[in-house]
């Protein structure tokens, strides 16, 4: 076990809550086994988990948010799971200013794995760390709209009130070079452009360039050279 100082040994008899919203509370007690402590003080943070050794985290957004945190427990040697979750389905819930319920609509909108590459673009300081492993979960989610008057005037001043978690059904992990690298599709004629990648994946280019800068920046692809203005990207050391 992890040993705590006195003040680091608090901790809830149950799944705490510290004002988190329901999908973070929804994901806890998605992960949680017998025997799993909550919200413990761990070096100067509180973990949402502490499973023996492993200390679980959940960040439902902005992984970036908690780059200092991620760095310093690494640095410490603890092994770190960190759960994101991307919403492949997700219904959107309208609510008067007090919660009565207006309408339910589903949104077309359809997130996937290949995702958490817009945020892993600002840790690549930190992958892939050897006691860091990332792991995405696809899930359906309700989004509850409240119309408040204070929410961004693109919503009409709805307000982003909560996310529900509705189900995981799937997961996958991101703990070596290799879980990496398997986003480049085998069938990917090599050396490729941003384009090129894009069109096999089936995503926007934009989120294809997000993919190539962070393997770049990890060292598992490297620019060999051009196709009229574009990079030619391969795997180091092709």
């Not at 970036?64 to 219904?91: C, D, F, M, Q, V």
């Not at 958490?116 to 899930?139: C, Q, S």
């Not at 509705?166 to 290799?178: E, G, H, N, R």
Request: proline residues 4%; positive net charge.
């Amino acid at each position: 076990m992890i040993n705590l100082t006195k003040d680091e040994e608090q901790k809830s008899s149950g799944i705490g809550t510290l004002s988190e919203k329901s999908l973070h509370a929804g994901l806890k007690d998605w992960v949680s086994q017998p025997g799993d402590e909550f919200e413990v003080k761990v070096g100067g943070f509180v973990i949402d988990v502490v499973r023996q050794e492993l200390l679980i985290e959940i960040q439902t957004r902005h992984l970036y948010a908690i780059k200092r945190k991620l760095t310093k427990l690494l640095s410490n040697g603890h092994e770190i799971r960190l759960l994101h979750p991307i919403a492949r389905e997700k219904w959107i819930v309208r609510e008067t200013a007090v919660g009565e319920p207006i309408s339910r609509r589903k949104s077309p909108k359809r997130g996937q794995t290949l995702d958490i590459f817009k945020e892993m673009v600002r840790l690549t300081g930190l992958i892939p760390h050897p006691n860091l492993t990332i792991e995405v979960l696809i899930t359906q989610e309700e989004e509850i709209l409240r119309d408040d008057g204070k929410g961004s005037w693109r919503r009409k001043r709805w307000s982003i009130h909560d996310r529900r978690l509705l189900d995981v059904v799937y997961q996958q992990s991101f703990a070596d070079k290799t879980d990496y690298l398997a986003v480049i599709p085998e069938g990917l004629e090599r050396p490729f452009t941003n384009k090129q990648l894009a069109y096999t994946l089936g995503c926007r280019p934009d989120l294809a360039t997000k993919i190539t800068y962070t393997l770049r920046q990890m060292e598992l692809l490297e620019i060999i050279g051009k196709q009229g203005r574009s990079n030619l990207y391969a795997p180091t050391g092709y």
